[in-house]
């Protein structure tokens, strides 16, 4: 079996260190805390101070996920922004290239020690995560959507980080370039949808009425929301918990009867899941094949030429 050498290396390397032990141990301490802060929350509720609170065990379950991703959207592109500029700086860059692997190759070993470390934090987090599915009774299923989930925001983040570390000299200047491109996908994707339901808003109040092409199209829009990472999370989490769909009863302009477009198929069935983890796969790989293109040196060469 295949093992990129870069993976086989890094995870050597860095499983003979204790750093990974005051890693896993500084990330099951920040759970805990957010464990016991949640309990105390459930314990204060009028609802359940007669003591009977394993129903709501059940609200661990996004509390606990969603500490996890936000750990996991911070610290994997700090690692991997500082891969490729790392090298540069310690001068070894030109030496790695001189290797056999391919620039994708590079790029992937990279990235996936990345995704293999923080894998490895959240596996070791199950015994606190198996509490709201052993007590509150949740299916098991939703345990594994979660690795998934995880999975995919590790690998997101990894592409981010990594294609920042191909732009950039400095790892400094890479990590706050990952950042950047957070703002980028969180904020920057909510804009569209802000400026057409204050066009539409003014044009209902100034005009009294709507044009029947902007009513009509205007929504699709809101397909940006599909590469916004809070989105996506909301969507998942609301819809497991609430049985609710953020993207169905969020937005009227999307249910109107009039709308048309893709968005009326995003927003329908489980179309939004599918699709933003289709979009967030793809653009993942466009950004390490970017990345690969930045440190291939053969392009390089013919540059100059």
């Excluded at 690969?292 to 053969?298: C, E, Q």
Aim: glycine share 6%.
């Amino acid at each position: 079996m295949y093992l990129n050498p870069i993976v086989k290396k890094d995870v050597k390397v860095q499983s003979r260190s204790m750093k990974i032990c005051w890693g896993v141990f500084a990330y099951e301490l920040i759970l805990a805390l957010v464990f016991f802060l949640a309990m105390t929350v459930i314990q204060g509720n009028s609802r359940y101070s007669t003591g009977n609170i394993y129903s709501a065990m059940v609200w661990l379950y996004p509390i606990l996920a969603v500490t996890q991703l936000v750990i996991l959207g911070i610290l994997v592109p700090i690692r991997t922004a500082s891969s490729i500029s790392g090298e540069k700086e310690r001068q070894t860059f030109d030496i790695m290239m001189t290797t056999s692997m391919s620039p994708f190759s590079v790029i992937m070993g990279k990235v996936m020690t990345a995704v293999v470390q923080s894998m490895f934090y959240v596996v070791a987090s199950m015994p606190i995560m198996a509490l709201p599915f052993i007590i509150g009774g949740m299916s098991w299923a939703y345990l594994f959507l979660f690795l998934g989930i995880a999975l995919l925001v590790a690998f997101f983040s990894a592409s981010i980080g990594i294609l920042c570390s191909s732009l950039c000299k400095k790892s400094v200047g890479a990590v706050n370039m990952s950042y950047v491109f957070y703002l980028i996908f969180f904020l920057g994707t909510v804009i569209p949808p802000v400026v057409y339901s204050v066009i539409h808003d003014n044009m209902r109040y100034n005009l009294g009425y709507v044009p029947q092409v902007y009513e009509t199209f205007g929504p699709n829009v809101y397909l940006s929301l599909l590469l916004n990472p809070a989105v996506y999370l909301i969507e998942y989490f609301t819809g497991i918990m609430a049985g609710e769909s953020l993207i169905k009863n969020g937005f009227y302009d999307i249910n109107a009867i009039s709308t048309k477009g893709p968005i009326k198929l995003a927003a329908s069935g489980n179309w939004w899941m599918i699709l933003s983890t289709v979009l967030f796969i793809g653009v993942s790989l466009l950004f390490l094949w970017i990345a690969s293109r930045r440190i291939d040196p053969i392009k390089g060469r013919r540059k100059k030429r």
